[in-house]
């Protein structure tokens, strides 16, 4: 009796015993295991998924492979941005046939331009443990927004920790909290009432722009309305609802153009995280406007 017991207790251990297939796409990609084409998402902006990667397993066997949140891709030109991924992304591939998959990234440069449809791409490092604590909180909260960039830049080139700020408000107060926190850095204060670049429902603008999107939605939608400079780099969020409703909609925006004193700025209407309708403001005094 106590060997045959003893005998259930060995199968039982092996049976169950842990086995892990699963491959970091730097390395399967290194040591052959499958091919990566990496394309700029030109329906996206450089924090929602700038990039897509086509993967294909050269074996003849499935592999799993790995694309880890805080994975970090390079770009051929360096007047491009860097951008590091926000979401980790497994793929299971059959041999011979490729997969393709858009990846949740953003951009840790903030003074480089944003990616070209010819812009191209190759795969770097793992980010360090503190950024990539960063990333994953991203994920964590579906951060992939400019708030979320904001706390990027914050971690991966210095930008003020009063950058981080937004329309939700208790999103952003947790968000620069927690990179306050990452970066042994004093958590700056909420913005005041009067602060209309930090605080999204100012309304004491000085001089200000203001502008409608019409548009006709078939389903609830997450959708923004965001401001770009000449390089196409986000600097402003001016509308946001995360689940608007089907129909025919009248987007209305404001905001202080004091602020904003470049040449031309685009704005963007974003849908889901695909950009849908687009304008150019390209007369400076045109945002100068009352």
Not at 3 to 31: C, E, H, Y
Not at 63 to 85: A, K
Not at 160 to 172: K, V, Y
Not at 270 to 276: K, M, N, R, S, T
């Amino acid at each position: 009796m106590k060997k045959l017991l003893i005998l259930i207790v060995v199968v039982s251990f092996f049976g169950f015993r842990p086995v892990d297939n699963v491959v970091n796409i730097d390395q399967a990609v290194k040591t052959g295991l499958v091919t990566c084409a990496i394309k700029v998402n030109t329906e996206s902006t450089h924090y929602i998924s700038p990039i897509s990667l086509t993967v294909m397993n050269t074996k003849s066997t499935p592999v799993s492979v790995r694309i880890p949140n805080g994975m970090q891709f390079f770009p051929e030109d360096s007047i491009y941005q860097n951008l590091i991924t926000t979401q980790e992304e497994l793929l299971v591939l059959n041999p011979g046939k490729p997969v393709t998959v858009p990846v949740f990234s953003m951009c840790t440069e903030h003074t480089d331009r944003a990616p070209g449809s010819e812009t191209k791409y190759k795969i770097g490092k793992q980010a360090n443990e503190k950024i990539t604590l960063i990333t994953k909180y991203i994920e964590s909260q579906k951060l992939h927004d400019p708030l979320g960039q904001s706390a990027v830049w914050a971690m991966t080139c210095g930008s003020p920790l009063e950058d981080i700020s937004g329309f939700d408000t208790t999103a952003a107060r947790k968000l620069v909290t927690l990179v306050a926190k990452t970066l042994g850095k004093n958590c700056p204060p909420p913005p005041a009432k009067e602060d209309t670049r930090r605080n999204y429902y100012a309304t004491n603008y000085s001089s200000s722009m203001h502008g409608t999107f019409n548009y006709d939605f078939f389903k609830t939608s997450n959708v923004t309305i965001a401001m770009f400079n000449k390089d196409n780099i986000v600097v402003r969020e001016l509308y946001r609802n995360p689940a608007e409703p089907p129909g025919k909609h009248k987007l209305e925006y404001k905001f202080d153009s004091t602020q904003y004193t470049e040449d031309f700025y685009v704005f963007k209407l974003i849908a889901d995280g695909e950009v849908i309708l687009s304008c150019k403001l390209n007369n400076r005094d045109d945002l100068r406007r009352n």
